[in-house]
Each structure stands twice: as structure tokens, then as C-alpha cells.
């Protein structure tokens, strides 16, 4: 079974870091980073930093004075966002970056002032877990920052996708498209947070425009830009198969050529207690 969370190998993180990067995650990012204050009360965690898309965005807002510790449990795509930023003046000289399993955090309790992670806890599968590390690294009125997406009746660029898939490969839980879509029940985060000793602040619904060149690049980006082109070719259907029916049917919604279409979240923002 290909391991759809941290199996970032090969080309996937330069498709998701040149197509999805400034589709979406750099525009949440930009949100996501917004919400921080310039000077927490401590150096700030990144987690899931992916390709480093939202870390240039907290390094550009945070006071130089301050660390910022990026980490992933993806090895290729930590690989990936610190070869990126490398040559970035004013970027790299004040990142470290960290190989870390968001539920098993190599760092001291209270470590932080602040804990960010943009499109990441979706995928933890113990994410009461993965929310009592990250308020144990914090220091007491430290933040953690987070935003996970709404529902698929809310991300029309996924829910077409998700239709495609699931007439191409029925009753396929692994290629199923609708996961990262499943977690914002608010009274499930309200209750998590609280149990982790996390107090919410703010639970706010961000709507953004989602935009590429053409269908087929988001398409692509989409399904190259992750492991699931590896799911696809282990049941014998190509990888530019799926990509070609995705497209057309991205088109219908958002248009071919320029794509457009919108994707909506929820931003959280809790403090330590």
C-alpha cells in the first residue's frame, strides 16, 4: 500500500510546490502566516512545511530576532523546500530545518511560542495525539495556528475531481479523493483542542480564489503532485489517463484555459493555556 501522507518521492514535491504552490497553498498561506503576530512570545514551529511554500511567508513576517524551525515527516519534500529557499536572501540564513513526526516532536516541552501548520492535521491518523504534542511544546500563551479545508460541497475543485475517481475506481477506499475534506466539524476541533489543554480563539471560514493556467495544470498538479499517480498505475490505469478525464471535467466547471474556481477553509487559532 502506497502511503498517500509522507511518500513524496520523486518528481511529486516539484508538481506540488510549481502548480498547486501558487494555486492555493501560497494564497492560504499568505492568510494563514497573517494571523501571527511579528513577535510571539518565543521562536515558532512549522509543521507539515510540505515544500516550504507557507515557511517563506512566516519567515517574511516574523521579527528576524525570532527562530523558526520548519519540519515535515517527508524527507523529499524537507529536501525540496530547503533546497528552494537556499539561495532566498534574508529566507534560508533563519530556517532550521527538522525531519519530526508531528505526533512524536523531538523538542522540549515549551519549547515555542507559536506552532503552525497549514493543511496538515488532516492526514495525522491520531490527530488527539498530534494536538497534545504541539501544546506541549508551547509555552504557556503560546499559539497554534492552523487551518484544515471545509467540506467538498465547499472545494468544487476537489469534489469534481473526487466524482472523476470514483467512477474510474468504485468502491476504492485507498483512491478516494475526499479525505483532507472530512475533518472541520467544529465541534469535534473545539472538543480536541480542549482536551489537549488548547483554548480556542478564533474558528474563522476563509474563502479564496483558486487560479492556474489551464485545467489540466491543476489536474495534474492535483494528482502528479502527490503519490496517488503510484495508486493509479498499481491498478494497471495510467497516471495521464485519470489526468485527462480530471481535466475535462475541471473544465466544465472552472474553465479550460484559464482554470479558475475557488477553495474555502477553516482557519483556527488556539492558545496555551
Known amino acids: 500500500m502506497v502511503d498517500v501522507t509522507a511518500n513524496f518521492s520523486g518528481s511529486m514535491p516539484e508538481y506540488y510546490d510549481r502548480i498547486m504552490g501558487p494555486a492555493q497553498f501560497d494564497p492560504f498561506g499568505k492568510d494563514l502566516a497573517g494571523r501571527l503576530s511579528e513577535t510571539p512570545p518565543g521562536n515558532v514551529l512549522e509543521v507539515a512545511c510540505g515544500t516550504g511554500v507557507v515557511t517563506r511567508r512566516l519567515r517574511e513576517r516574523l521579527d528576524p530576532a525570532l527562530g523558526l524551525v520548519a519540519t515535515d515527516l517527508s524527507k523529499?519534500?524537507?529536501?525540496?523546500?530547503?533546497?528552494?529557499?537556499?539561495e532566498v536572501p534574508g529566507i534560508a540564513q533563519g530556517i532550521e530545518w527538522r525531519e519530526a513526526d508531528m505526533c512524536k516532536l523531538p523538542f522540549a516541552d515549551g519549547a515555542f511560542g507559536a506552532v503552525v501548520c497549514a493543511f496538515g492535521v488532516m492526514f495525522v491518523p491520531d490527530k488527539p495525539l498530534a494536538f497534545r504534542e504541539m501544546r506541549r511544546v508551547l509555552c504557556p500563551g503560546g499559539t497554534l495556528?492552523?487551518?484544515?479545508?471545509?467540506?467538498?460541497?465547499?472545494?468544487?475543485?476537489?469534489?469534481t475531481t473526487n466524482d472523476v475517481i470514483q467512477a474510474m475506481f468504485p468502491n476504492d477506499p485507498e483512491v478516494r479523493f475526499d479525505a483532507p475534506f472530512k475533518f472541520n466539524d467544529k465541534a469535534v476541533l473545539r472538543r480536541m483542542l480542549a482536551?489537549?489543554?488548547?483554548?480556542?480563539?478564533?474558528?474563522?471560514?476563509?474563502?479564496?480564489p483558486i487560479t492556474t493556467p489551464t485545467a489540466r495544470d491543476y489536474a495534474t498538479g492535483q494528482l502528479k503532485g502527490t503519490p496517488?499517480?503510484?495508486l493509479f498505475e498499481a491498478r494497471g490505469v495510467k497516471a495521464d489517463e485519470v489526468i485527462d478525464r480530471v481535466a475535462a471535467a475541471l473544465a466544465k466547471v472552472g474553465g479550460e484555459k484559464p482554470f479558475r474556481s475557488s477553495g474555502q477553509a477553516l482557519v483556527i487559532e488556539a492558545r496555551a493555556a
Open 145 to 159: 495556528l492552523f487551518n484544515v479545508w471545509d467540506g467538498l460541497a465547499a472545494n468544487l475543485h476537489s469534489s
Open 228 to 230: 496517488r499517480g503510484a
Open 76 to 86: 523529499a519534500m524537507l529536501e525540496y523546500a530547503r533546497g528552494k529557499l537556499r
Open 195 to 208: 482536551e489537549a489543554g488548547l483554548s480556542e480563539e478564533r474558528m474563522d471560514t476563509v474563502k479564496l
